[in-house]
């Protein structure tokens, strides 16, 4: 027998499963519509509170890297993630309090090979309807006088942007909690073929439906309910630094070697960019080959920064899925909607979450989501 979630008199309209940036701001869609919305989270160390809070359009130097046969899958996605980052302005200004900038963000170069492998990357994002410029040595240090020496030019993206993902959470939680949203945090959850939820203590869940957006978590739920995901968690590093004078004011990468690269309201530089960290139940560990490895480059790439000190570095799960959000209804089981972001989950989250909460009310979602369908994995 089925029973309300604990600490809810009747069962909700939505049981949102993952209370991450995709289940979080989906839960605040579907209340602001006025749903009654239950988040049950497992409180693991996930991509949402683990993240480097930039913003991201352009594709990525690394994703290329990791997973040329996916690449196709990202580009297809890049209009996408240009409408993602003004879905995130419109949160902001909204509910105020992230510390979100747009100032652009920049992919840097080192050589003539690397200025080349931007021009061509330029050229696809042009053709998908992404703005991009690229920039000379003197064109850079206009925008950019911190960039080092061995930095010849750039690829300058002004769509991206950045914001700090400690206090745009935060807002977020404060905001659901108002509406009446519930969340149940530190319990991990199975799914049943009916669906219903099951607790680890055995108790079953009833809802009207059922919204899944737990990230890497998300393939083994599905498929129990006959529709596996190839959803993965990657463990990566972390770095944050005492605060500076302000002086980056974009996101950073490079065309070639792992690292993100910003500077927060409060003057510290988040540093990051896809350096593993050691897979450990329930918490990643840090590697401090990356530790070290991500800190060298970012004082080779920014000579300034060399002068300061980490205070804090941390590890947490990524989710990689086949590089294109899984958005959709499961086939077996009309009553789940999963939702997965694509690369760069954080910044594609409100936007993937209020298109599943419109799923969910049977309104239309704020984009195509055909090309989501996670039907794509068991055709
Ligand atoms: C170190 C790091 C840096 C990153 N930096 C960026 C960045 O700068 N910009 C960007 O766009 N993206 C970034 N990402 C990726 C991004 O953080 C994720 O793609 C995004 O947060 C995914 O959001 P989500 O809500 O879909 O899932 P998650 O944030 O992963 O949340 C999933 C939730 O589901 C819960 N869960 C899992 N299994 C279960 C279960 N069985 N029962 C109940 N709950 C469960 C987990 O506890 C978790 O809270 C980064 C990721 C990492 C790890």
Request: hydrophobic share 50%.
């Amino acid at each position: 027998m089925a029973e309300a979630a604990p600490g809810c008199a009747t069962p909700p309209d939505v049981l949102v499963i993952g209370g991450g940036i995709t289940g979080g701001t989906a839960a605040i869609a579907l209340a602001e519509a006025g749903a009654r919305v239950t988040v049950l989270d497992a409180g693991l160390p996930a991509g949402s509170a683990a993240n480097a809070g930039s913003l991201h359009v352009q594709l990525q130097s690394r994703f290329l890297r990791l997973f040329p046969e996916l690449a196709p899958n990202v580009e297809a996605s890049l209009p996408l993630y240009v409408q993602a980052v003004r879905e995130w302005e419109a949160l902001a200004r909204r509910l105020g309090g992230f510390d979100l900038v747009r100032a652009g963000g920049l992919m840097l170069a080192g050589s003539a090979a690397q200025m080349r492998f931007l021009e061509a990357k330029a050229a696809r994002e042009a053709a998908r309807g992404v703005a991009v410029e690229l920039l000379d040595r003197a064109g850079l240090e206009r925008i950019a006088p911190w960039a080092g020496p061995g930095i010849v030019g750039a690829e300058l993206c002004r769509d991206e942007g950045k914001l700090d993902p400690l206090l745009a959470n935060r807002r977020l939680a404060e905001h659901a909690a108002a509406l009446g949203v519930v969340r149940l945090s530190g319990r991990a959850v199975a799914l049943t073929a009916d669906p219903a939820a099951i607790l680890a203590d055995g108790r079953r869940l009833a809802a009207g439906q059922i919204l899944l957006a737990a990230a890497w978590g998300s393939g083994a739920m599905t498929a129990s309910l006959g529709c596996p995901l190839p959803s993965r968690a990657e463990p990566l590093h972390m770095n944050i630094t005492e605060p500076a004078a302000p002086a980056i004011g974009q996101l950073i990468q490079h065309a070639e070697r792992p690292i993100t690269l910003k500077q927060l309201g409060t003057g510290q530089i988040v540093i990051g960019g896809g350096w593993p960290a050691l897979a450990a139940e329930p918490v990643p560990r840090v590697h401090p080959g990356s530790l070290l490895g991500n800190v060298a480059l970012a004082g080779e790439i920014a000579p300034a920064l060399g002068t300061l000190r980490v205070i804090r570095c941390w590890a947490g799960y990524n989710t990689t899925l086949d590089g294109r959000t899984a958005l959709g209804r499961l086939p077996r089981a009309g009553r789940v909607i999963v939702a997965i972001p694509g690369d760069a989950g954080y910044t594609l989250g409100p936007l993937v979450g209020r298109a599943a909460a419109a799923l969910a009310l049977g309104t239309p979602p704020p984009f195509d989501v055909a090309p989501c369908d996670p039907a794509r994995f068991w055709s």
